[in-house]
């Protein structure tokens, strides 16, 4: 089964603005991790975060964890229209495959 | 250029017509696996392989099957599609080695009528 799950499903903001992404999953994980997808094309790798770290940056990407939760966030500051997209975390659940399952997403619009 | 590979990556088929999709990675991944992404479904997992000869059931194998007799291919097999198996089609690999981050290739998108 799925298993994580991210909220909002559909996040509308403008040019500038922050956008906040929550992913919640079911079971302990080795790692997480955020991709992206443009409009029907593959996914891009964004950033994985350990289950052992609770915060990491990429660029304008800032990724937190909170295993007692079983949830993460994912913030993209000062967004821009290029990052209108859909966001999809995956979770490598412990001791299972490595191979990551994931969520339904959240279709990120940003206005210019 | 590390990348992943699918053919087709459009196929409009009838169903019960046998057809494969492959997959072909250059990167020397352990790792492959196959996903569909339906609307509102996001991705689900079909089978999955850790290597050579070593496959296993995702969340949703019915009517799929798959093989892995090197490492760098992975193809999905529909034996007998069916219209509900109308869908986008998504391979991908990774390594342990290199944290398990998943490259995707662009996708197969399949019409069974």
């Known amino acids: 089964s799925q298993q994580g799950e991210e909220d909002p499903q559909a996040l509308s903001i403008q040019e500038g603005e922050n956008a906040t992404m929550n992913c919640s999953y079911k079971t302990s994980i080795n790692n997480l991790q955020w991709y992206r997808q443009n409009s029907g094309r593959g996914l891009v790798h964004l950033i994985l975060?350990?289950?052992?770290?609770r915060e990491k940056h990429s660029g304008r990407l800032r990724v937190t964890l909170d295993t007692s939760k079983k949830s993460s966030s994912l913030l993209i500051t000062a967004s821009r229209a290029a990052d209108t997209a859909s966001y999809f975390c995956?979770?490598?659940?412990?001791?299972?495959?490595?191979?990551?399952?994931f969520g339904r997403g959240t279709s990120l619009i940003v206005h210019p | 250029e590390a990348q992943v590979t699918q053919n087709p990556r459009y196929l409009i088929t009838v169903t019960g017509k046998k057809l494969t999709v492959t997959c072909s990675q250059n990167?020397?991944?352990?790792?492959m696996s196959w996903y569909r992404q339906d609307p509102g479904l996001g991705l689900r997992q079909i089978y999955y392989?850790?290597?050579?000869?070593?496959?296993d059931k995702g969340d949703v194998p019915e009517g799929y099957k798959v093989s892995r007799k090197e490492k760098r291919n992975f193809p999905l097999i529909l034996e007998s599609p069916s219209p509900n198996q109308t869908s986008l089609y998504f391979c991908?690999?990774?390594?342990?080695?290199?944290?398990?981050?998943?490259?995707f290739g662009e996708g197969s998108r399949l019409t069974v009528l």
């Open positions: 392989s850790m290597n050579v000869e070593v496959t």
């Open positions: 975060i350990r289950s052992n770290e």
């Open positions: 991908a690999s990774s390594s342990p080695m290199t944290g398990g981050e998943l490259f």
């Open positions: 995956a979770t490598a659940a412990s001791g299972g495959s490595y191979i990551p399952t």
């Open positions: 990167m020397n991944h352990e790792y």
